[in-house]
Structure formats: C-alpha cells, structure tokens
C-alpha cells in the first residue's frame, strides 16, 4: 500500500486485530489507523494499550459505553458494529478512509452451535454492510483509490487439507 494510507480496521480490539494495528502503526507512523470495534466477548481495550497513549490499567478501566476514546493524531478508537452501515459510511467519508482492513468476525465454534444468530449477524450481514458502505463511499461516490482487505480463520470457513487446493 501507498503511504499515507488511511485505514478502518474492523475487529481491531480482537487479539490478531490488535497485533496488526501495533504492527501497522510501528511500521508505518505516518499512516492514520482508525479502529472499529463492536468490543463482544472477544474485544479487549486493553490489547490496544500504547496506540492510544494509555497504558492496560487504563483501558481496561473504560466502560464498553464509551464511543470515542481520544487519542493521537494517527489512531482512532470507535465503539460501534460493523452492520452500522451508517457509521461505517460515515467513517469512510469523514476521515477520508482509503483502505479497510476486516478483522471482525464471531469464531468460537461452541458458541455458534448454541446461538448462531450472533454470527450470521456479524460475519455473513455485518461484512455485507461493510460492503455496501464501502461501494457507497468509495464507489458511487467517485470512483477514488481503494483496497478492501477481508481476513478470517478456520473457525468461520473451516480448515483446509495438504490436498486440497488454497481458495
């Protein structure tokens, strides 16, 4: 990617979100990270520590309530959903976003044996809403430079065999 990007990492409180928004912004400081997070069982604040300029302790501390934490001129931290398509059009077009990075996912098998709705809402809808948003924005709205990253695991597309040829 260009430098200078600007990203939205959905699913960025999550423990791979996380390590990537440390990386990315290590990497390349000069790029601004806004980080989207519905904060469910598998968000935790406190992985997000540094990027904000507060330590665990801190993070922790914060209600799920909150919606904005304040925070450096290259990081934002949104408390919100990935099928808000309004706050994700709205974070597209307000920060001039040029990249999602698509992190946010619902993957622990017991649990969507037990309650699907939850997962259906958040890996089939929520990434269809993210979708939508981002042709919105990026593609009815001009046409601008974009990258749409989705990544996932085995626990929402299962796993893949030696044998058998990679998606």
């Known amino acids: 990617m ?16 996380a390590n990537f928004v440390h990386y990315w912004l290590a990497q390349y400081p000069q790029d601004r990270v806004v ?42 931290f949104v408390h919100g959903d990935i099928g808000d398509q309004d706050l994700v059009e709205t974070l597209l077009a307000e920060e001039s976003l040029d990249t999602v990075v698509n992190f946010a996912a619902e993957s622990h098998v017991d649990r969507s044996i037990h309650g699907p709705d939850p997962f259906v809402a958040t890996n089939v809808v929520g990434t269809h809403s993210l979708l939508k948003a981002a042709k919105k924005i990026w593609l009815d709205g001009g046409g601008r430079e974009h990258r749409f990253h989705h990544v996932s695991t085995d626990e929402v597309y299962g796993s893949l065999t030696p044998e058998e040829p990679p998606f």
Not at 2 to 17: D, E, N, Q, R, S
């Open 2 to 17: 260009p430098p200078g990007c600007k990203l939205l990492v959905t699913g960025g409180a999550g423990f791979i979100g």
């Open 35 to 76: 980080v989207l997070d519905a904060l469910t069982y598998a968000g935790n604040m406190a992985s997000l520590a540094g990027c904000m300029g507060q330590d665990k302790a801190e993070l922790s501390s914060l209600s799920a309530q909150t919606k904005l934490i304040p925070s450096g001129c290259n990081f934002r």
